[in-house]
């Protein structure tokens, strides 16, 4: 057995210390004052929530970014030859480790992620990489989920379940406020430049909102299928999502009981899944997902074998025709179909035939096997010319260090 | 609240629980945030846990018990097969041999589910008894048990490279006899 306490150990070395002491500290403060205020109020759950909406949601206004949404592009068949990194700028007290859960628009215009000051969580948008605008966070929310083109951002947590419904809560950024996506256990999981966002409320119903203040409406799911995410909406109105055969039960503990597929909706029209290959290098294909759709594209992956045979590939639908096309292994892809992959720690964004590297930042090489100094792209707008992400410049035996960077690629 | 007694405890552990979270999550920003969650859910009870006397023993089950329910929340099998995050392309042909026996570990446990991913950690890293490792978790002694069984099959399965670390020196012959005779792999 020493041979797996050794390899653990080797692993954890690679951990770093996450000196989240005083985070920590302030929020358990933050939420014994609550709770405090909670018993010597005698309050109902009605009025502290309340409360806390009063309390936490935004005190500081914030001015809307000036975002212009531009056409959408067609697929881009002329792929960018180059790709150029610049660091994100950060809003003043927003240290280069502190940033999470980065995000971006259809456009690649619009990024927006989780980060922290000193006094606490706060969402930071950013509009062509340029000087973000800082917003409160919404107290309680742990993820960016989804950034549309104009500017809104989803924001959520994931609480579990009570009574065996969930008690998921979303909060939409849009136009210098906050607002709380109404519907039990909303969960918004997209949203599109005219402000439609498409979720699940409590017990996995696929819903839209047509904006932010909206009641939720039913979204038709085929018999027997039950929704989950990740899901997405396209400009256009399409929306794609995943559903599980079976139903979804409180046990075992909220698992379906069949395999996933990707569907996608039409605007106003019903649910079509998304075909599939019969076989994935000759392994029966048995699940696919689709977790993003823009201009008449659907990006997403496809699964076939079992065990350590398992294998997994990109794939991007083309939802006019139909036609599905299997991509190389990769670690992210967009609707258009550009990629990201990593070889000996180094990664190219590939697609439409041509390859690209997308470079670390000048002076900060990434090492061979990619341990240290690792770049991750979490980024790709469909077109392929802006990704985000971050480079961990974390010196041997040092603090970890993370660079927030964006790519423009042409 | 004793703030300076909180403080020190956590700097004094600081180390040991980031490593913890890192191999719970498999992931620095996962691993930062667990390790958030629970100190602040520590934070918020010190004064009890300090009463208690063990901060230890209860740290340990805050961590477990938010990476758990991190599980339990998910709606969507997110942290398995269907990520949006694919799986990363075959390792270079350049790495030294122990850090291709790591990534592969990194891998194959990226690949059990969260309470087995726990209970390999618990067991075959903090080296907890099997008694412990059901207190941090809130098991029964036979969960754990099972559980560290299925683990090890499972780890057996993915990375039949490592076998030879997947050989437990208790384990009861029903629950792996499948992967070993798959795999070649003498019990």
């Known amino acids: 057995m020493s041979d797996l306490k050794e390899l653990l150990h080797a692993i954890s070395d690679h951990a770093g210390v996450f000196d989240v002491t005083e985070r920590a500290f302030v929020l358990g403060r933050r939420r014994r004052t609550r709770q405090r205020t909670a018993f010597a109020g005698a309050a109902t759950t009605l009025a502290v929530t309340a409360l806390l909406v009063a309390v936490n949601l935004p005190a500081r206004p914030a001015p809307e970014p000036a975002i212009t949404p531009v056409p959408s592009p067609s697929p881009s068949m002329v792929g960018p030859s180059a790709c150029t990194p610049a660091e994100l700028p950060l809003p003043e007290g927003v240290r280069n480790d502190d940033v999470f859960s980065i995000h971006g628009d259809p456009t690649g215009r619009v990024l927006a992620a989780r980060a922290w000051d000193a006094k606490g969580a706060v969402l930071v948008v950013w509009v062509d990489g340029a000087s973000p605008t800082v917003v409160p966070w919404p107290d309680g929310a742990t993820s960016v989920d989804a950034v549309s083109s104009t500017g809104a951002v989803l924001m959520t947590v994931e609480n579990g379940t009570k009574g065996g419904r969930e008690k998921s809560k979303t909060w939409v950024y849009r136009d210098g406020k906050v607002t709380r996506l109404s519907g039990t256990g909303a969960l918004g999981l997209g949203i599109n430049a005219t402000g439609t966002i498409v979720g699940l409320v409590a017990d996995n119903q696929l819903v839209t909102w047509s904006d932010a203040d909206a009641e939720p409406v039913l979204l038709p799911v085929p018999d027997g299928m039950t929704a989950a995410d990740p899901m997405a909406i396209a400009d256009d109105g399409t929306i794609a999502a995943q559903l599980y055969e079976g139903r979804l039960g409180p046990k075992p503990a909220y698992r379906y009981s069949g395999p996933g597929w990707g569907y996608v909706w039409p605007p106003g029209g019903s649910p079509q899944r998304l075909r599939v290959p019969d076989t994935l290098n000759g392994l029966p294909v048995d699940a696919s997902r689709a977790f993003a759709v823009a201009d008449g594209w659907a990006a997403g992956n496809i699964g076939g074998g079992k065990n350590e045979a398992r294998l997994t590939r990109p794939t991007r639908w083309n939802l006019a025709t139909g036609e599905v096309e299997v991509l190389a292994a990769a670690e992210r892809v967009s609707p258009h179909g550009w990629s990201i992959v990593r070889k000996a720690g180094a990664l190219t964004l590939v697609g439409w035939g041509t390859a690209v590297p997308v470079p670390p930042m000048p002076g900060h090489p990434i090492s061979r096997n990619g341990v240290r100094e690792r770049l991750n792209v979490y980024v790709v707008s469909p077109d392929g010319r802006v990704l985000a992400g971050i480079q961990d410049v974390t010196p041997m035996n040092g603090l970890p260090a993370y660079l927030t960077l964006r790519w423009t690629c042409r | ?187």
């Open chain 2, 1 to 187: 609240m004793d703030d300076e007694g909180f403080r020190d405890f956590v700097h004094a552990r600081l180390g040991w629980l980031s490593r913890i979270a890192y191999l719970l999550t498999g992931d620095r920003h996962a691993a930062e945030d667990l390790l958030q969650n629970t100190l602040i859910r520590l934070s918020s009870r010190w004064s009890k846990v300090v009463a208690a006397g063990t901060p230890d023993a209860y740290v340990r089950k805050l961590m477990y018990h938010e990476h758990v329910s991190a599980w339990r929340r998910a709606r969507h099998l997110r942290a398995e097969y269907t990520t949006a995050e694919l799986p990363d392309g075959a390792a270079g042909p350049d790495m030294a041999a122990e850090t291709v026996r790591r990534l592969l570990l990194e891998q194959a446990l990226a690949k059990l589910t969260r309470k087995q991913r726990a209970v390999i950690v618990l067991r075959y890293f903090e080296d907890l008894s099997e008694a412990d490792a059901a207190e941090a978790l809130g098991v029964s002694v036979g969960t754990v048990k099972s559980q560290t069984s299925h683990a090890l099959a499972r780890l057996r399965e993915l990375a039949p490279e490592l076998h030879v670390l997947v050989k437990e020196p208790n384990e009861r012959a029903v629950g792996a006899v499948r992967a070993h005779s798959r795999n070649g792999v003498t019990a």
